[in-house]
Antibody, heavy 120, light 108 residues
Framework: EVQLVESGGGLVQPGGSLRLSCVVSGFTFSNYAMSWVRQAPGKGLECVSDITGSGNNRYYADSVKGRFTISRDNSKNTLYLQMNSLRAEDTAVYYC?????????????WGQGTLVTVSS | EIVLTQSPGTLSLSPGERATLSCRASQSGSSSYLAWYQQKPGQSPRLLIYGASSRATGIPDRFSGSGSGTDFTLTISRLEPEDFAVYYCQQYGTSPQTFGQGTKVEIK
């Protein structure tokens, strides 16, 4: 059974930092691209970052470029999102998402999400 | 970036009726890289359709996807009570992958 379990969300002040983690099981982690997708309260879905299975290629949305860093540790079956210089508009539920391919692919499995609230 | 526009924003229908949801892309990419997701309140999205027309594992055959080029459609042939939700289209063939703004299917 495929499982993706996020952690690391919480309340942070503007300008602060958080590191999200996603521990996965039930599939060969290194074979698949992964994404972080966020959803602001009452809003739609936005992909903030992707990383290929090998970790060699990464993508960032313009809204987070230079502030967020995606990484993965294939030996620990764990995906990370380091978020720095957080802003109020980064407030959202952040989902860890498995892509169906090593480079591209639809999102075939989603985590339960972790809430990040940026507020003073 | 490819912008996806979904219509209508809200669809009010009764159980048993047919639902037709539209997704239009700002430019033509590969039809192989269009997906549809369902999201219920308080839940994570669920993959319904990938490659524009292929059903994901475990998805009932009342859900079907069609289209090519810039125009795509998700059809729910007969709405069941559990189908009332928000539906998103997504293109995943061109970086950045992008989502439509969603269509809410509500009970009339």
């Amino acid at each position: 059974e495929v499982q993706l379990v996020e952690s690391g969300g919480g309340l942070v002040q503007p300008g602060g930092s958080l590191r999200l983690s996603c521990v996965v099981s039930g599939f060969t982690f290194s074979n698949y691209a992964m994404s972080w997708v966020r959803q602001a309260p009452g809003k739609g879905l936005e992909c903030v970052s992707d990383i290929t299975g090998s970790g060699n290629n990464r993508y960032y949305a313009d809204s987070v470029k230079g502030r967020f860093t995606i990484s993965r540790d294939n030996s620990k079956n764990t995906l990370y999102l380091q978020m720095n210089s957080l802003r109020a508009e980064d407030t959202a539920v952040y989902y860890c998402a498995k892509r169906s391919g090593g480079y591209l692919g639809a999102i075939d499995f989603w985590g339960q999400g972790t809430l990040v609230t940026v507020s003073s | 970036e490819i912008v996806l526009t979904q219509s209508p924003g809200t669809l009010s229908l009764s159980p048993g009726e047919r639902a037709t949801l539209s997704c239009r892309a700002s430019q033509s990419g590969s039809s192989s890289y269009l997906a549809w997701y369902q999201q219920k309140p308080g839940q994570s999205p669920r993959l319904l359709i990938y490659g524009a027309s292929s059903r994901a594992t475990g998805i009932p055959d009342r859900f079907s996807g069609s289209g090519s080029g810039t125009d795509f459609t998700l059809t729910i042939s007969r709405l069941e009570p559990e189908d009332f939700a928000v539906y998103y289209c997504q293109q995943y063939g061109t970086s950045p992958q992008t989502f439509g703004q969603g269509t809410k299917v509500e009970i009339k």
